[in-house]
């Protein structure tokens, strides 16, 4: 673990407080795995999380996971943001197994982030292990950078999309998949 508690220590000092004191004794270890886990997309590769998970299909439909959770560090402040992704893609021959898309989003999301980056690499990675006709990602999530600091505004919510292939190219692709997630007109 490196001396990443030793860090957190140095972190504690110099906010002003004592590591020492009863109550932050053992802080700076637990801090210091807290933070391993949630970067341990780091320590992940696309082929791991796939694990062979594609299976033949005839179907040439699109397929949707919406509503996966995600949770990921914000790489300016490194505090959470908090949310959901929608992802979609139109196999041509394979389908991932279901568990693999959320797999997929939480290796991305395990990661110092900006979510803009995140809903591009999830988007990137179902198209590179899929070889999907199209591949369509949404996700709307709340940062605490913006909630607790600076702005302070508690309500908003970014939402951030990355189309390709038949997303991008039909508009009626695009229009189904969002009314599909509940977010078309």
Do not use: W
Request: hydrophobic share 40%; charged share 25%.
């Amino acid at each position: 673990m490196n001396d990443l508690p030793g860090h957190y220590r140095e972190i504690l000092s110099g906010v002003g407080e004592d590591p020492e004191r009863e109550g932050l004794r053992d802080t700076p270890l637990r801090a210091a795995k807290a933070m391993q886990y949630l970067c341990g997309g780091y320590n992940r590769s696309l082929e791991e999380v796939v694990n062979g998970a594609l299976f033949a299909s005839d179907n040439d439909e699109m397929v949707i996971v919406k509503d996966i959770e995600l949770y990921s560090l914000c790489e300016h402040h490194i505090l959470p943001f908090i949310g959901k992704a929608h992802v979609a893609y139109i196999p041509t021959g394979r389908v991932l197994g279901l568990s693999k898309v959320a797999r997929i989003v939480d290796m991305y999301a395990r990661r110092l982030q900006i979510q803009e980056n995140l809903t591009r690499q999830i988007a990137e990675a179902i198209q590179e292990v899929t070889g999907a006709a199209g591949v369509a990602v949404v996700i709307e999530a709340k940062h605490m950078c913006m909630m607790m600091r600076g702005v302070e505004k508690q309500n908003s919510v970014m939402n951030t999309s990355v189309m390709l292939g038949a997303f991008r190219s039909s508009c009626n692709t695009r229009m189904e998949f969002l009314q599909l997630i509940g977010r078309g007109q």
